[in-house]
């Protein structure tokens, strides 16, 4: 009731999602990411309360996504490779600054988790099925978000527990592996 358009959890949608759908998200070497500047560009009138101001920048997004439909499956496909650490991680890690992290720590954040994935991938396998499905449902929701609104860190974020969690089983199940011992020569048989 205090704002004049609906708002269900932030005002800030708006905003996102034209700092995702712009020009410089759509075309060159920033495909994919997120430019602020984009967000800040439209002149919001003065008497805007923030759901307004939110609701114009939502819809600009959106024209601008419908005017480019045919760039939105490039678009999706630099969002995924972006929000999973494997494409153009310079530029994600070059803005850790501007959010007060330092980028000698962003760069230890992106090899700490690709270092986590294979025993994240081996961990998995064993997990039951049934706890595996619901563990892989979190990635799942924060790559449609991320591909849908904006390759953002912060949508990973709850997806890198299911990484932490399957690696610590996977890492757990190696340590608990019945040591192999190398076979006597008595024990090899000649062929």
């Given at each position: ?27 060159g070497d920033r495909i994919g990411s997120y ?19 939110s609701k114009l920048r939502s819809d600009l ?125 008595s024990e090899i048989v000649a062929v």
């Amino acid at each position: 009731s205090r704002f004049e358009e609906r708002v269900l959890i932030s005002a800030n949608d708006g905003f996102t999602l034209l700092g995702a759908n712009c020009p410089t998200t759509y075309f060159g070497d920033r495909i994919g990411s997120y430019d602020i500047a984009c967000a800040l560009a439209p002149t919001i009138p003065p008497e805007f309360d923030s759901s307004q101001a939110s609701k114009l920048r939502s819809d600009l997004a959106i024209d601008y996504a419908r005017d480019h439909v045919g760039r939105l499956p490039l678009v999706a496909g630099a969002r995924l490779a972006r929000l999973w650490l494997v494409f153009d991680v310079g530029h994600e890690v070059a803005g850790g600054p501007g959010e007060g992290r330092p980028e000698a720590a962003m760069w230890f954040g992106v090899a700490q988790c690709w270092l986590l994935v294979p025993f994240a991938v081996y961990g998995l396998t064993r997990i039951a099925r049934r706890d595996r499905w619901f563990l892989l449902a979190v990635p799942a929701i924060s790559t449609i978000a991320g591909v849908l609104i904006a390759a953002y860190w912060r949508i990973r974020v709850p997806a890198d527990l299911t990484l932490l969690i399957a690696a610590a089983v996977g890492l757990d199940a190696l340590a608990r592996r019945p040591e192999r011992t190398v076979p006597q020569a008595s024990e090899i048989v000649a062929v």
